[in-house]
Every structure is written in C-alpha cells, then in structure tokens.
C-alpha cells in the first residue's frame, strides 16, 4: 500500500530534549516537506527537499533540523525542544515533474514541549 | 515571499445549498493552486488544483476559479452535503520551486 509514515504519532517531552521525528515514503517519491498546523495559522512549511540531499528552509525553519540521506526517509530533528514547538507536524511527498505538489501526507505527529 | 489571504475564516450553509470560499495572493509568478480538505483529525488531502494557464476546473460537484489579474483564486462547492464538513485549504506555489504557501484555512459546516 502506497503511504507516508510518521514516527511518533504522539508525544510528550520536556524543553531541552532532543527528539527525532521519522518520516517515510514508499512510493519513490523525490519530493519531501515538513508543515507544522497551529489553530488559526493553516500549515505552515518548515523544511523541504527536493531530492537526496537536497534540502531547503520553508517558512518557519528556526530551531528544526532535517536531513535526507536516502529517497525514502526525511526525519525533523528538534535539537533542544521548546514549549513554542508545540503543535501537530505533517509530513509529505511527491513526485517529481507536473505532480510535484500532488502531496500525500502522513497522519501527523502530535508534539507537546512541556 | 508569497502572502496567501484565505476568507471566510468559518462558513455555515444548509446541506444542498452552495458554499465558495476565496484566497488572495501576492506573488504575481505564482503558478500552482491548489487546495487541500483536511477533515477532523484526519490528514490534508489534494481536492483540486488549478495552474496559472487555466481560468476554471471543475470536478463534479467541485470547481475552482482563478484570476490572474486581480490574484485570486476560489473554491466552489455545488450541492453541498454534511460529509462536505470540514476545513479547506487553500495554498499557492511561488516562483521558488518547491516552496507551498498556504491561507489559514476555512472551517465549512453544512448543516442537514
């Protein structure tokens, strides 16, 4: 079955903790985003990549990390977690070429910094 | 960067009637328009999208709209049903490949 995962889907941590949230894709897809959802703010994207090493910063990058090594994996990294990082982060993907924003998105992870 | 303005914030229509939300953007090389139905708890999914060269699309019940001149773009919803509940997205591409801007999304009630 063609689908994104994410790794945690919930979770609770302290301020100061480094966590790694996981994202994976088995559909080959180039193209891999991160968006964190706040109440009254929509999506907002944190990172992309539009291929295998290839990653750029999106709107609310500060304080996130991410890395894409292999096709299939695009992990956001939250070196020392704080309480405005609290909010529900979606990963996608798509394909290359004139499907490139045909996003598929993971079920979310639910993060609270406490 | 690109600005993405989405109105209504909240829409309430009873079931059969129609129901259009609208978006502004800033960025004139904005190319791609698409929009997203996130219901609740669940994840964002593609509904319908539209490209700069196109002024309509429709898919059965669903058509979107956009005009280049005056930067908009809206979502319409013809003989809306309650499982039409949900929140809306509308976002844009700008002239940085692989950048997504989206607006603050509509929460649509239909009411049977």
């Known amino acids: 079955e063609a689908q994104v995962t994410q790794n945690p889907r919930y979770l609770i941590t302290v301020t100061g903790k480094k966590l790694t949230v996981t994202c994976s894709q088995n559909?080959?897809?180039?193209?891999m985003s991160w968006y964190r959802q706040d109440p009254g703010l929509g999506l907002r994207q944190i990172y992309y990549s539009m291929n295998v090493e290839v990653t750029d910063k999106g709107d609310v990058p500060e304080g996130y990390k991410v890395s894409r090594k292999e096709k299939r994996n695009f992990p956001l990294i939250l070196e020392s977690p704080s309480p405005n990082q609290t909010s529900l982060y979606f990963c996608?993907?798509?394909?290359?070429?004139?499907?490139?924003?045909?996003?598929?998105f993971g079920p979310g992870t639910r993060l609270t910094v406490t | 960067g690109e600005n993405v303005e989405q109105h209504p914030s909240t829409l309430s229509v009873q079931e059969g009637d129609s129901a259009v939300i609208k978006c502004t953007y800033s960025d004139s090389a904005s190319n791609y328009f698409p929009w997203y139905k996130q219901e609740l708890g669940k994840r964002p999914q593609l509904i319908i999208d539209?490209?700069?060269?196109?002024g309509e699309k429709k898919d059965q019940r669903i058509a979107v709209t956009l005009n280049k001149t005056a930067k908009h773009f809206s979502l319409h919803i013809t003989e809306t049903q309650p499982e039409d509940s949900a929140v809306y997205f509308c976002?844009?591409?700008?002239?940085?490949?692989?950048?997504?801007?989206f607006g603050r999304g509509t929460q649509l009630t239909v009411w049977p």
């Open positions: 539209i490209r700069s060269n196109v």
């Open positions: 559909m080959n897809h180039e193209y």
């Open positions: 996608a993907s798509s394909p290359q070429g004139t499907s490139l924003y045909e996003q598929y």
């Open positions: 976002a844009a591409v700008g002239s940085t490949l692989g950048r997504l801007y």
